[in-house]
């Protein structure tokens, strides 16, 4: 299965603009090919390009399915991902075909947690729609009232999902003075005592927070869990924060909510679809920021999760044991 002239395993990348100091350590020890653009491969050439690989470095763009691994070929030892995330990954059909998966937990949990402070931030003190006022001449004078939002101080933020990154987003949170943590989790996490926060159940926390913090992973049973009852259970102030999955979002419920402000605001680093249609009334709203999916977007980050993306390839390649295997 190696590369019949070279004797190197095949390791196909998604595409062109992987941070290279991955890629570096792949060339070293592979035959490496590319998605030659800094865009997905449409599906038809991720099919095609596939074929013959030993190795798949992809993204979260990238669907992973059985018609993928089919197309690849019974010589497809692992499939790595440059993400936290893998809903975008069949698990169970590659486990089935003993293909090893690899991911990037912990190193982008900081980078994650800092942007889902900035964004809740540009969000309640409207930093987008204040920008754009300075810029444009809607800056007429100091004004009391205007531009005003709810202050994170003495607030009630309860977490969604209170796995690495949710407990980062509390940590952090509780520098602001907040009132009080609240978190929903399947299951009760150790961590909470020191970070000084509350397990309650889901609607308990759409109840009393201030703020809604969304960290959950995208799995059956968090899709759509913010639904129309969801938002009408969530407190008219209220400002929700998405930084996970589009998928855990009702996303029409969402903009019904923003419309008819049933809550306050929404700041969303993810959508569905993504990348987010320009006609979405989203965009339109002015209680609404959108990001396009920039959580993890710290130098730093994305420099490490690419080297652990070719450091999982690698191991698996030679049969080792993983630095970050999806178990
Ligand atoms: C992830 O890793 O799953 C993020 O969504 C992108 O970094």
Redesign the pocket.
């Known amino acids: 299965v190696r590369n019949m002239s070279s004797g190197k395993s095949k390791v196909f990348v998604t595409r062109n603009d992987m941070p290279k100091c991955g890629l570096d350590l792949l060339n070293k020890e592979c035959d490496v090919s590319y998605w030659d653009e800094p865009s997905p491969a449409p599906r038809q050439e991720l099919l095609k390009r596939v074929a013959g690989t030993n190795a798949i470095y992809c993204a ?1 763009s990238d669907k992973i399915d059985r018609e993928l691994l089919d197309a690849a070929g019974p010589q497809l030892k692992v499939v790595s991902t440059i ?3 893998y809903d975008h990954v069949d698990v169970a059909e590659c486990k089935k075909r003993g293909i090893r998966i690899g991911y ?1 937990p912990d190193v ?1 949990t900081d980078a ?1 947690a800092e942007l889902t402070l900035a964004l809740l931030l540009c969000t309640s003190r409207r930093l987008t729609e204040a920008i754009h006022e300075a810029k444009t001449g809607g800056w007429v004078s100091w004004a009391p009232t205007w531009m005003t939002g709810p202050g994170l101080a003495g607030a009630t933020v309860g977490i969604v999902g209170f796995g690495r990154i949710g407990q980062a987003v509390g940590r952090r949170v509780k520098a602001f003075n907040t009132a009080k943590i609240l978190y929903f989790n399947r299951s009760e996490k150790a961590e909470a005592k020191e970070i000084g926060a509350e397990k309650v159940s889901f609607d308990e926390l759409l109840q009393k927070s201030d703020f809604v913090i969304c960290t959950a992973a995208l799995v059956p049973e968090t899709k759509e869990i913010f639904n129309k009852a969801a938002f009408a259970k969530m407190k008219n102030t209220a400002v929700f924060v998405n930084t996970s ?1 589009g998928g855990t979002v009702d996303q029409d419920a969402l903009i019904e909510a923003l419309q008819n402000n049933v809550i306050w605001g929404a700041g969303l680093d ?1 959508t569905t679809p993504e990348p987010l249609p320009l006609d979405s009334p989203l965009f339109r709203l002015k209680n609404c920021v959108v990001l396009p ?1 920039i ?2 977007a710290a130098i730093e980050a994305r420099d490490t ?1 690419s080297i652990l993306t070719a450091q999982n390839i690698l191991a698996a390649l030679n049969g080792k044991d993983m630095p970050a295997e999806l178990k």
């Open positions: 979260l993400s936290v995330g990037t982008l994650t999955r993810v999916h959580g993890s999760m």
